[in-house]
Protein backbone atom coordinates (compact mmCIF):
# COMPACT_ATOMS: atom_id res chain seq x y z
CA UNK A 1 0.00 0.00 0.00
CA UNK A 2 2.43 2.63 0.86
CA UNK A 3 4.21 1.82 -2.57
CA UNK A 4 1.19 2.75 -4.75
CA UNK A 5 1.01 5.95 -2.34
CA UNK A 6 4.48 7.16 -2.66
CA UNK A 7 3.76 6.38 -6.75
CA UNK A 8 0.16 8.98 -6.19
CA UNK A 9 2.27 11.50 -4.05
CA UNK A 10 4.68 11.92 -6.64
CA UNK A 11 2.01 11.92 -9.81
CA UNK A 12 0.22 14.78 -7.51
CA UNK A 13 2.83 16.58 -7.34
CA UNK A 14 3.62 16.80 -10.65
CA UNK A 15 -0.25 17.77 -11.37
CA UNK A 16 -0.12 20.15 -8.74
CA UNK A 17 2.72 21.69 -10.42
CA UNK A 18 1.41 21.39 -14.06
CA UNK A 19 -1.90 23.04 -12.54
CA UNK A 20 -0.41 25.63 -10.67
CA UNK A 21 2.24 26.98 -13.54
CA UNK A 22 -0.75 26.40 -16.03
CA UNK A 23 -3.18 29.29 -13.73
CA UNK A 24 -0.56 31.34 -13.20
CA UNK A 25 1.03 31.40 -16.82
CA UNK A 26 -1.83 30.26 -19.24
CA UNK A 27 -5.11 31.53 -17.09
CA UNK A 28 -3.41 34.35 -15.78
CA UNK A 29 -4.47 34.17 -12.35
CA UNK A 30 -1.60 34.11 -9.86
CA UNK A 31 -3.23 33.50 -6.99
CA UNK A 32 -4.82 30.26 -8.18
CA UNK A 33 -1.25 28.96 -9.55
CA UNK A 34 0.28 29.92 -5.63
CA UNK A 35 -2.48 27.98 -3.76
CA UNK A 36 -1.96 25.19 -6.30
CA UNK A 37 2.19 25.42 -6.00
CA UNK A 38 1.62 25.43 -2.07
CA UNK A 39 -0.76 22.39 -2.62
CA UNK A 40 2.49 20.12 -3.89
CA UNK A 41 4.44 20.36 -0.51
CA UNK A 42 1.06 19.46 1.43
CA UNK A 43 0.91 15.81 -0.37
CA UNK A 44 4.01 15.07 1.47
CA UNK A 45 1.86 15.52 4.56
CA UNK A 46 -0.61 12.97 3.59
CA UNK A 47 2.31 10.57 2.79
CA UNK A 48 3.65 11.28 5.99
CA UNK A 49 0.31 10.70 7.65
CA UNK A 50 -0.42 7.50 6.12
CA UNK A 51 2.68 5.67 6.99
CA UNK A 52 2.17 6.52 10.89
CA UNK A 53 -0.63 5.33 10.60
CA UNK A 54 0.14 2.15 9.09
CA UNK A 55 3.25 2.14 11.24
CA UNK A 56 1.02 2.24 14.35
CA UNK A 57 -1.73 -0.26 13.20
CA UNK A 58 1.02 -2.67 13.60
CA UNK A 59 2.45 -3.06 10.52
CA UNK A 60 6.09 -4.50 10.28
CA UNK A 61 8.26 -1.35 8.62
CA UNK A 62 9.28 -2.70 5.20
CA UNK A 63 11.74 -0.76 2.41
CA UNK A 64 8.46 1.22 1.23
CA UNK A 65 8.25 2.76 4.83
CA UNK A 66 12.07 3.46 4.74
CA UNK A 67 11.05 4.81 0.99
CA UNK A 68 8.48 6.98 2.25
CA UNK A 69 10.88 8.76 4.68
CA UNK A 70 13.21 9.05 2.06
CA UNK A 71 10.92 10.79 -0.60
CA UNK A 72 9.79 13.11 2.09
CA UNK A 73 13.59 14.13 3.05
CA UNK A 74 14.17 14.55 -0.94
CA UNK A 75 10.89 16.49 -1.11
CA UNK A 76 11.71 18.79 1.76
CA UNK A 77 15.28 19.39 0.46
CA UNK A 78 14.97 19.78 -3.09
CA UNK A 79 11.32 20.53 -3.50
CA UNK A 80 11.62 24.23 -3.96
CA UNK A 81 14.32 23.86 -6.46
CA UNK A 82 12.37 21.87 -8.60
CA UNK A 83 9.20 23.90 -8.53
CA UNK A 84 11.57 26.66 -9.64
CA UNK A 85 13.11 25.03 -11.99
CA UNK A 86 9.74 24.35 -13.89
CA UNK A 87 8.41 27.53 -12.89
CA UNK A 88 11.57 29.17 -15.10
CA UNK A 89 11.44 26.93 -17.58
CA UNK A 90 7.07 27.22 -17.90
CA UNK A 91 7.59 31.17 -17.81
CA UNK A 92 10.39 31.05 -20.67
CA UNK A 93 8.27 29.00 -22.86
CA UNK A 94 4.66 29.95 -21.99
CA UNK A 95 5.02 33.38 -20.89
CA UNK A 96 7.74 35.14 -22.92
CA UNK A 97 10.13 34.88 -19.84
CA UNK A 98 13.72 34.73 -19.75
CA UNK A 99 15.76 31.93 -21.02
CA UNK A 100 16.57 29.78 -17.60
CA UNK A 101 19.80 30.13 -16.56
CA UNK A 102 22.07 27.16 -17.47
CA UNK A 103 23.83 25.90 -14.50
CA UNK A 104 27.97 26.46 -14.41
CA UNK A 105 29.95 23.96 -15.73
CA UNK A 106 33.11 24.96 -15.15
CA UNK A 107 35.73 26.31 -12.19
CA UNK A 108 34.74 27.94 -8.95
CA UNK A 109 31.30 28.74 -9.96
CA UNK A 110 30.44 24.78 -10.39
CA UNK A 111 32.07 23.53 -7.24
CA UNK A 112 29.91 26.42 -5.34
CA UNK A 113 26.96 24.89 -6.70
CA UNK A 114 28.04 21.05 -6.18
CA UNK A 115 28.57 22.29 -2.59
CA UNK A 116 25.05 23.81 -2.25
CA UNK A 117 23.51 20.67 -3.88
CA UNK A 118 25.51 18.66 -1.17
CA UNK A 119 24.13 20.93 1.28
CA UNK A 120 20.68 20.03 0.15
CA UNK A 121 21.66 16.31 0.31
CA UNK A 122 22.21 16.81 3.78
CA UNK A 123 19.09 18.45 4.47
CA UNK A 124 17.24 15.62 3.15
CA UNK A 125 18.97 12.61 4.77
CA UNK A 126 18.69 14.76 7.97
CA UNK A 127 14.73 15.07 7.05
CA UNK A 128 14.59 11.28 6.53
CA UNK A 129 17.22 9.84 9.40
CA UNK A 130 14.84 11.94 11.42
CA UNK A 131 11.76 10.39 10.25
CA UNK A 132 13.52 6.76 10.43
CA UNK A 133 14.14 7.49 13.39
CA UNK A 134 11.11 9.00 14.72
CA UNK A 135 8.88 5.59 13.02
CA UNK A 136 11.85 3.25 14.96
CA UNK A 137 10.91 5.02 18.41
CA UNK A 138 7.15 4.81 17.37
CA UNK A 139 7.10 1.21 16.66
CA UNK A 140 9.07 0.22 19.81
CA UNK A 141 10.18 -2.79 18.50
CA UNK A 142 13.70 -3.46 17.33
CA UNK A 143 12.31 -6.92 15.69
CA UNK A 144 9.52 -4.92 13.52
CA UNK A 145 11.64 -1.91 12.45
CA UNK A 146 15.32 -3.52 10.95
CA UNK A 147 14.50 -2.27 7.66
CA UNK A 148 14.55 0.94 8.71
CA UNK A 149 17.90 0.96 10.09
CA UNK A 150 18.58 -0.03 6.34
CA UNK A 151 17.51 2.78 5.02
CA UNK A 152 19.45 4.79 7.53
CA UNK A 153 22.76 3.01 6.60
CA UNK A 154 22.14 3.42 2.89
CA UNK A 155 20.74 7.00 2.73
CA UNK A 156 24.42 7.61 4.67
CA UNK A 157 26.32 5.58 2.47
CA UNK A 158 24.55 7.63 -0.49
CA UNK A 159 25.13 10.96 1.49
CA UNK A 160 28.60 10.16 1.62
CA UNK A 161 29.19 9.55 -2.16
CA UNK A 162 27.38 12.77 -3.13
CA UNK A 163 30.00 14.47 -0.57
CA UNK A 164 33.28 12.94 -2.32
CA UNK A 165 31.47 13.91 -5.41
CA UNK A 166 31.10 17.58 -4.73
CA UNK A 167 34.82 17.18 -2.93
CA UNK A 168 36.34 16.23 -6.38
CA UNK A 169 34.70 19.58 -8.04
CA UNK A 170 37.01 21.26 -5.69
CA UNK A 171 40.13 19.32 -5.42
CA UNK A 172 40.16 18.94 -8.95
CA UNK A 173 38.14 21.60 -10.65
CA UNK A 174 36.41 21.40 -13.61
CA UNK A 175 38.38 23.82 -16.81
CA UNK A 176 36.37 25.08 -19.48
CA UNK A 177 37.74 23.69 -23.33
CA UNK A 178 40.08 25.72 -24.96
CA UNK A 179 38.64 27.06 -28.14
Known sequence: MIVHLIVACEILFWVFLGAGLTA???LRRPSLGAALLVGAPLIDVVLLVA????????AEASWSHGL????????????????????ARFAHRFAGGPA???????????????WREFGKAVVAWSVACGLLLAATAM??????????SDWTETLTVVLGIWGVIALSYTVFPVRAKAL
Open 24 to 26: RYL
Open 51 to 58: TTIDLRGG
Open 68 to 87: AAAYIGFSVAFGHSVIRWAD
Open 100 to 114: PVRPPRHGTARAVRE
Open 139 to 148: VGDPSRTAAL
